[in-house]
């Protein structure tokens, strides 16, 4: 939020859910705390609409937004709602939704916007060859981009890593690793061959240029967070898609989504050893396989969904 330079306050909040009592007694201790904060916040600018994207961080908020009585937006990224959402939205007077599976959650409130992306990202995907040119990277090779979250994620790095030289041998490979994991990824990086190191584009996270990053490759691994729902779409890019086991099943729901249109392909976190590398050659070699996906990932861009849901606010701050 301050690199977007917005104003960010913060309220308290906990969880209830999977605690012992006495934590949970805690807990909703500071959701009433942060109830009082949000009032107070709500007070002092006066919101015309409040917008909230879930998970119980949102919870003092919404409750807040009902006690002073502003209209209360929620946006569901995912394709499942958690407890929080499911609570939360009899609270509210609309519920938007990426994708309409989703809708059927929220009857008579859900409205399907698609996923917003930052105009950055639909910028870079129409300027792949001057995205390439910005990260430094070759003509003529495949790129094959890898995540794992704003965090990395250290089973998908450490699969990775087990084998660079395989897939530096056919393609550049872009790797955000998270902060984490980077100072041994370095190390790894540093063993390499020289032959295949100039391929090789470890960062420890991207901001401004992941959006390069995503125009520039040809594949991505990644964990199966929402907004894979968006982004995948609006860069027309295929996924292989690592769950992450234990955020419940919505990763896995969101993955799954994206397999059953042709988007995507699935690799479960615990085979990554077994059947990642055998997958990634096998799409980076398979160009009409690649470019199959991507057509199907375009078919489910909403690039106006950001417009959506500004009109949405509008029309209810207007009632």
């Not at 908020?61 to 407890?83: E, F, K, N, T």
């Not at 992941?210 to 982004?231: H, P, T």
Request: glycine share 8%.
């Amino acid at each position: 939020m301050e690199r977007a330079g917005l104003p960010f306050a913060a309220v308290d909040s906990g969880q209830v859910r999977g605690h012992a009592p006495w934590v949970v007694a805690g807990n909703l201790a500071r959701v009433a705390r942060g109830v009082g904060q949000a009032l107070r916040l709500m007070r002092s600018f006066r919101p015309d609409v409040v917008f909230i994207t879930g998970a119980y961080v949102a919870v003092p908020v919404s409750i807040a937004a009902r006690l002073a009585g502003i209209p209360l937006l929620i946006y569901l990224p995912d394709l499942s709602p958690g407890l929080a959402i499911r609570w939360l939205s009899r609270l509210a007077q609309k519920v938007a939704v990426s994708v309409e599976p989703a809708a059927r959650y929220f009857p008579g409130k859900a409205v399907v916007t698609g996923y917003p992306v930052r105009a950055e990202l639909l910028a870079a995907a129409a300027d792949r060859p001057g995205a390439r040119r910005r990260l430094g990277l070759e003509e003529g090779w495949p790129v094959l981009l890898v995540m794992g979250g704003s965090h990395g994620a250290r089973s998908i790095n450490r699969a990775i890593c087990a084998s660079l030289e395989q897939l530096l041998a056919r393609a550049q490979v872009v790797h955000v690793t998270g902060p984490l994991d980077w100072p041994w990824v370095q190390e790894e990086a540093a063993r390499l061959p020289a032959e295949l190191r100039a391929r090789y584009h470890p960062y420890a996270y991207l901001h401004d240029e992941l959006a390069d990053a995503m125009a520039a490759a040809d594949l991505i691994v990644n964990r199966s967070g929402a907004s894979n729902l968006g982004e995948l779409p609006i860069m027309g890019l295929p996924g292989v898609l690592v769950p992450y086991p234990h955020a419940g099943r919505h990763q896995q729901i969101n993955a799954e989504f994206l397999v059953a249109h042709g988007a995507a392909v699935i690799v479960e976190d615990a085979a990554l050893a077994r059947d990642l590398l055998p997958t990634a050659l096998g799409l980076l070699e398979d160009v009409d396989a690649r470019q199959r996906m991507a057509a199907a990932a375009r078919r489910l861009a909403r690039p106006d969904a950001a417009q959506r849901m500004v009109e949405l606010m509008a029309s209810m701050a207007r009632n």
